[in-house]
């Protein structure tokens, strides 16, 4: 089955109480990709980041109507999860292929404005991303490890900055597995996005939200709790260079110092990854066993 | 060795064998102890008493923030001159930053078995960036034709278009194409405002 994640953020520039579209980030389109009709595509959440407060609208005529849809209020300078919070249990709405969402906010009228949609496929045609649910992490996860890095945004309300995530530090056991359970950031932004080969180079998001650190440190395992299904992603650190970590932000830019949180996982547990078998075949020797208590 | 004299009350209760009204212990005690409005929430000269002098019971409490230096920049505790300089040079940093390049998508299952046979034949695990870009174009170049066929296969008719507006309704796929069938793509589209494409 090909699962996949992707993040797609834009930006309004100085939309003050008008609602204007989001210019979608560089290679991104708020059109939901296209997919066997019969297969299911969800917003499994929406967030947006205003210096000023505004409003996030979130319409098509293939969901709830096309006159106000999924509207909510921005508050400033908070990237808070508007639509799908994964918070314990939730709802997420339904989305349908190649449709044309319109995505619009207000907000200040002299500064960008940036919101994101999370959109998950179940099947998408091409991608075979690799994912796990929590079932599966609780068997197979081994050690928790932290991978830090700086990402310095660009001004411009696309996604920029993008680093590999070993670039500060590079602890990752050759030819493992690791499962990204979610990210912290010390610095408020709209979206934190890792992407790499093992999500078939969409990019998976977070928001950048420093003041809800319990919650973006916990995102996939709650995406994957609150929804039922295997929303955790997994790459091979044989991959570790061509997976990597940036940020979209408002105007203002700035440095994040990111933390993104990582559980080793049992060698060729999760389909699809590197088999390692170039030097260190089955894993480098990690253990054959692991797993949470009882 | 001094013995330790126990004794049974301290100096000042009122139930102490030598109990004086007028002595300053006394008078303590009794301010410390007696509450002639009712009872507290906190004994007298707790840190948290609302009549206990400088007390810190009035300062704002939020998040990041220390109460006591809230000048201070929330969660980071640097200083006002701190926080400007580190402006300036992340806006320097910013504007200097490059945008994060467009990249294609991939099946991660192929390109990862793309990806250990360069490895393999290499004889080790971290590729270059120009071996990956190798592996990448490949890829690529393999599935040309074949993703201009998938392409062709995803995009949706206007019939499926019709059936995907009907099943966003609340029907299931095969009732949705019974009601395409009788009422007809093009109108079912056109009355709920959606240009076929």
Known sequence: MGRAIEAVAGFATNPGATFTPLTAST??????????????????????????????????????????GIRNRVTSAGTMVLTGSPEGDSYTQRLYAQDNLTVELTGGGAELDTATLLIAYEDLGGIAGRFIDNPTLAKIGLNETTAEVTVTAVTTGNFGGAVAINSSIDNLIANTDYAILGAMTDTRGDTIGVTGVDFGNLRVGIPAEPSLRWLGNNWFVKLADAFGAPYIPVFNSANKTQTTVDVQTNGAGGTYIINLRLVQLLPGQVPGGATGAAVQAGGGGAPTSAGQPH | MATHVEQDFPAGHPARHDYDP???EAIEWARTHVAPLGERDFAIDHPKAADTPGNLNHLPVTMGVDPLNPHREPHTGRSQKQVDGLRRLSE???????????????????????????????????????????????????RSAGVADAERELKLTVREQAISYVMSRGYDVDVAAIIVTREGAEKILKSAGIEPT
């Open chain 2, 22 to 24: 007028e002595s300053p």
């Open chain 2, 92 to 142: 320097t940093a910013s504007t200097a930053a490059k945008e994060s390049p467009v990249l294609q998508p991939i099946d991660a299952g192929i390109v990862n078995r793309m990806l250990d046979k360069k490895r393999t034949d290499l004889g080790r695990d971290l590729l270059t960036e120009a071996e990956y870009a190798d592996t990448l174009r490949d890829y690529h170049a393999q």
């Open chain 1, 27 to 68: 290679g991104q389109s708020f059109t939901v990709r296209g997919t066997d009709i019969t297969k299911g595509t969800w917003l499994l959440a929406a967030w947006a980041f205003n210096a000023t407060a505004g409003e996030l609208r979130i319409r098509s005529p293939r969901l709830h109507d096309f006159f106000s």
